[in-house]
């Protein structure tokens, strides 16, 4: 199998890791609720964990996480530097899950543990970016919003290859698209801080 093959096989694995429905999983076995019915229909972690119950998003939480990381892992583990656009296309799973026909989460975690696994002072430089919007404008997700669409400058800053700038693209592109009606709801005056 050729290389290329091989790169689009491990994107697609990526896809496929990031679209297991952790915390719908959780959220059913735990209180026999579906998330997609429950504020919103967000399948993520901080859905389960106001909606249902501490455990079952705390557990999908470190789900969501591992995705990211395996996913990021196997491609760099194949492809040095592959782990950025393999990774990248786990969160794509994460946010459009195939088994619940395209309903998914916010790729927050997933993004996390794809970053984490990648280089710890992109996820630092992230997280710090959040948390100031977050102080400055009392909203998370706004303060998601500036850390996503800012990842691809962040990621060149210290990595500096077309892998992390690519892989923080699509990331942050379909991040930003999950975001739109909380960041309609920021400019309408609606603040929510977690």
């Given amino acids: 199998m050729s290389g290329v093959s091989s790169r689009l096989l491990l994107a697609l694995l990526g896809y496929l890791l990031g679209s297991f429905p952790a915390n719908y999983v959780t959220a059913k076995v735990f209180a026999g609720v579906d998330l997609r019915e429950v504020d919103g229909g967000n399948v993520g972690s901080m859905n389960n964990m106001r909606n249902v119950a501490f455990l079952p998003g705390f557990l999908g939480l470190i789900l969501d996480i591992g995705k990211g990381a395996l996913a990021a892992y196997l491609g760099n583990w194949f492809f040095p530097g592959w782990g950025w656009i393999s990774g990248a296309f786990s969160v794509v799973g994460h946010n459009w899950m195939l088994p619940l026909r395209f309903a998914g989460g916010k790729g927050v975690a997933t993004t996390a543990g794809m970053i984490l696994t990648l280089d710890y002072r992109v996820i630092l430089a992230w997280a710090i970016i959040a948390g100031v919007v977050i102080l400055v404008v009392k909203d998370s997700y706004a303060g998601a919003g500036v850390a996503y669409a800012t990842l691809p400058l962040v990621a060149w ?6 892998e992390a700038v690519v892989g923080s693209a699509i990331v942050g ?3 930003l698209i999950k975001l739109t009606p909380d960041l309609r709801a920021f400019r309408a005056g609606r603040r929510i801080v977690f």
């Fill in 157 to 162: 800053g210290f990595v500096r290859t077309w």
């Fill in 173 to 175: 592109v379909a991040c």
